[in-house]
């Protein structure tokens, strides 16, 4: 009931023949989330368009139905909840949801490079999450690419530390579904 998506789309209405770079299998196996039982994460990684947001959002739905607490943030708006949960009662409210949830989906990953504050209260949340929780991640840029955008390689690799040691990563390669759906005026 907090899972604050951007859209309301399931798995059903993600068509697997969009993607080249995920068998129908590994969909039936992220759709039985017991990879969230076992609180592994999952990175979704690819340019934009080809399906990232929706996988997530169709997991958190799936993960809901199945009585999981969920959380949908983007990066964006995660660092601004952190840097303002200090003095803002409603950030407040927010990060605690957040850290109560089973799974984080936080969307856009390295949207935008962090400053070291930003970096190192991002760090602090995954290492909290990462005991109790799973992870989402989706980011069109590639993990070897994060310590560019974090500022701080040893944070970056502090990260990933926690975030790998249990990790499945998919590559979503397919054309942009937006572009191939989009409707031509002529
Ligand atoms: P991004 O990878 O940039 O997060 P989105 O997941 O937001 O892309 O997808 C863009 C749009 O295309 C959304 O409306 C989404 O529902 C649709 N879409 C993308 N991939 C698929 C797919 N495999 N099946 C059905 N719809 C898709
Ligand atoms: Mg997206």
């Known amino acids: 009931k907090w899972a604050r998506f951007p859209y309301q789309k399931t798995l059903l209405e993600f068509s697997i023949e969009a993607q080249n770079s995920l068998s129908e299998r590994q969909l039936t196996q992220l759709q039985e989330i017991n990879w969230l039982e076992q609180q592994y994460n999952l990175i979704l990684l690819g340019p934009p368009g080809v399906g990232k947001t929706h996988l997530a959002v169709g997991l958190g739905i799936e993960a809901i139905n199945k009585g999981f607490q969920v959380y949908f943030v983007t990066m964006g708006e995660l660092i601004q909840l952190l840097k303002t949960e200090e003095f803002a009662h409603k950030s407040q409210v927010q990060m605690k949801r957040l850290r109560a949830s089973d799974l984080v989906i936080i969307d856009d990953l390295m949207y935008m490079a962090m400053d070291q504050r930003e970096a190192n209260l991002f760090f602090q949340m995954i290492n909290h999450l990462y005991e109790q929780s799973s992870i989402i991640l989706t980011s069109n840029k590639s993990p070897d690419q994060w310590g560019e955008l974090m500022?701080?390689?040893?944070?970056?690799?502090?990260?990933?530390?926690?975030?790998?040691?249990?990790?499945?990563?998919?590559?979503?390669?397919?054309?942009?579904?937006?572009?191939?759906?989009?409707?031509?005026?002529?």
């Open 151 to 186: 500022g701080d390689e040893g944070i970056t690799t502090a990260i990933l530390d926690h975030l790998l040691h249990r990790v499945k990563v998919v590559h979503m390669n397919g054309d942009s579904y937006r572009m191939k759906n989009r409707q031509n005026l002529f």
